[in-house]
C-alpha cells in the first residue's frame, strides 16, 4: 500500500502528463520532479513505476524514464476504444444526471458555441474536453470513467489536430448539441447513438490528417 504522499505525487504527475504541460517523448528526470512537486526523489520513482505500469510512461533500466509516444495508428484504435467506452457513459449519464448536472453541461456547451463564434479553437478544444468529463461523472460509471482517463492521457498530442480540419469545427458543435440534448432529454438510447457517432467522427478527422501528415490524398 502506497502512502498518501505518494498517492498525491503520482496523481499531480500524472495530470501534468495528461495536461500536455509534460509531452510526449520528454525526459522525465527524477530530480527535476521532485522539486517540481515538493516530494522526495524516492516517490517521485515510486509514481513513476505506476506510471509505467498504466502505460502512460516508458522505462529504460539506466536511461531513464520518457512520456510515452503514441502512433498515429495506436491512436485511432484508442479512439475506437473509447468510443465504446463513452457511448456506455452517455447512455448511463442519460439515465442519472441530475437537474443541475444537466444544467452544467449546458453551461460548458454554450461557452464552447462562444468560443467557436470568437474563433478561439484552442479554448473550444478544452470545453469540449470538459463538456465529456462532466458527462463521463454524470454517468456514475467508476469502472468505464477510469478506463476513458487513462485512454485520452495518451491522446494528448492529438487532441487538438482534429478541430482544425476544415469545416470540422462546427459540425463537431453539431455533434455534442446532439449528446447534451439526448442527455437532457434522458434518452439513453439517443445520447449513445449520439456519442458513438460524435467519435466516430473524430476518428474520420484523425484518420484524415495522419494522411495529410504522411503526404496521401
Known amino acids: ?103 452544467g453541461i449546458r453551461r460548458v456547451l454554450a461557452g464552447m458555441s462562444r468560443m467557436l463564434d470568437e474563433g478561439d479553437l484552442l479554448g473550444y478544444s478544452e470545453g469540449n474536453a470538459a463538456l465529456h468529463a462532466a458527462i463521463i461523472a454524470a454517468a456514475r460509471h467508476e469502472t468505464a470513467a477510469r478506463l476513458i482517463t487513462g485512454l485520452r492521457a495518451q491522446l494528448v498530442r492529438f487532441q487538438f489536430r482534429t478541430i482544425l480540419v476544415p469545416g470540422r469545427a462546427s459540425h463537431s458543435l453539431a455533434e455534442h448539441t446532439a449528446i447534451v440534448e439526448a442527455v437532457a432529454g434522458h434518452d439513453e438510447e439517443g445520447a449513445e447513438k449520439a456519442m458513438r457517432h460524435h467519435l466516430g467522427h473524430v476518428e474520420a478527422a484523425l484518420s484524415h490528417t495522419n494522411r495529410r501528415i504522411i503526404g496521401e490524398p
Request: proline content about 3%.
Open 1 to 103: 500500500m502506497t502512502s498518501p504522499v505518494a498517492d498525491d505525487a503520482y496523481v499531480r504527475l500524472r495530470g501534468l502528463i495528461y495536461s500536455g504541460e509534460l509531452m510526449p517523448n520528454e525526459r522525465l528526470v527524477e530530480a527535476d520532479l521532485a522539486q517540481r512537486l515538493q516530494v522526495s526523489r524516492a516517490i517521485v520513482r515510486t509514481a513513476l513505476v505506476r506510471l509505467g505500469q498504466d502505460g502512460v510512461v516508458i522505462l529504460t533500466p539506466h536511461r531513464g524514464a520518457r512520456v510515452r509516444v503514441v502512433t498515429d495508428a495506436e491512436a485511432v484504435e484508442i479512439l475506437q476504444a473509447r468510443a465504446v467506452l463513452e457511448a456506455l457513459t452517455a447512455r448511463s449519464a442519460a439515465r442519472h444526471a441530475t437537474a443541475r448536472e444537466i444544467a
